[in-house]
């Protein structure tokens, strides 16, 4: 089998800085190349449908609170781990397409919930099952018990990363 290009690189450091370990070179480089061809492939998706990544992040997270398929812009915030101004960014987009409409809160009257639209729902309806789709197929040149293995590694290395207090990791 062909090396890839993160085994040319690890070789070419290997050869150059004998004194350096370039070992994460060959998980990191690669997470990042396989990363990139992955979002490719869901962004190509996304806007067959009119939507930006950050759109549609927006649209399955209201669809998947459940009914009435609505939370505070401040939620979205916390549950998309995007800045204040990027959710409002979407939400701006959105809303000038229909798909969310910003309610006042009936016992607050500072306060809002987005909520998906009719238009919103059956779009990110359609869009979610073409989404999961889209995804196996990008899975499928992993055989089963890799995925799970795969799955059972992130997970562990995502827990790291989200217990360990903020700034502690470098």
């Known amino acids: 089998m062909q090396p890839d290009l993160v085994a040319t690189i690890v070789a070419q450091w290997r050869s150059e800085r004998p004194d350096l370990d370039p070992s994460p070179i060959g998980i990191i480089g690669r997470l990042s190349r ?3 061809f992955v979002t490719a492939d869901l962004v190509a998706l996304y ?3 009119g939507l930006s990544e950050g759109e549609f992040d927006i649209l399955a997270t209201l669809r998947r609170v459940g009914a009435p398929f609505a939370l505070s812009p401040s939620s979205l915030v916390g549950i998309t781990m995007v800045t204040k101004g990027a959710v409002s960014k979407r939400l701006d987009s959105l809303e000038a397409k229909s798909l969310v409409a910003r309610e006042p809160v009936a016992h607050d009257g ?3 919930l987005v909520r998906l639209t009719d238009a919103g729902l059956t779009l990110i309806d359609e869009a979610v099952t073409l989404h999961l789709e889209n995804e196996h197929r990008i899975l499928e040149a992993l055989p089963e018990g890799d995925r799970a293995e795969l799955e059972r590694i992130l997970a ?3 827990r ?4 360990a207090p903020p700034g502690s990791i470098p």
């Open 34 to 36: 396989v990363s990139n």
């Open 47 to 49: 806007r067959r449908f």
């Open 110 to 112: 500072r306060g809002r």
């Open 156 to 158: 562990r290395w995502a």
């Open 160 to 163: 790291h990363y989200e217990s």
